[in-house]
């Protein structure tokens, strides 16, 4: 899988408006009611994660989700990631089109 380059990267983030791109890679921040509901969500996303083989590197503060994707193996953001990203966010923001 290979890298993509920054102006791919801007692009496809026009779909993907809960994110930003930095430091090779693409962060989320997400807030849920408290711990419990922020700890589901990240039990959901890890079956997701295994399902794709794929990784996040995350953080948990009481109810506050912080994500940051990429792809360690090529150096920097791929379409790996934004499938990740897409699988997130249908878990996070289940009521959005
Ligand atoms: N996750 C992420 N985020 N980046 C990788 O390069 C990666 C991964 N590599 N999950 C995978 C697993 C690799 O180690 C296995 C062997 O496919």
Redesign the pocket.
């Known amino acids: 899988m290979s890298k993509l380059s920054d102006q791919d990267i801007e692009k496809k983030l026009l779909q993907f408006p809960d994110w930003d791109y930095y430091d090779n890679a693409i962060h989320g921040e997400f807030e849920f009611e408290n711990f419990k509901d922020c700890f589901s969500a990240m039990s959901r996303i890890a079956f997701e994660c295994e399902a794709l083989?794929?990784?996040?590197d995350w953080s948990n503060t009481y109810n506050i989700l912080t994500i940051s994707?990429?792809?360690?193996?090529?150096n920097g953001v791929t379409n790996k990631d934004f499938k990740l990203a897409q699988a997130i966010e249908d878990i996070v923001e289940p009521d959005e089109e």
């Open positions: 083989n794929h990784h996040p994707l990429s792809t360690h193996d090529a």
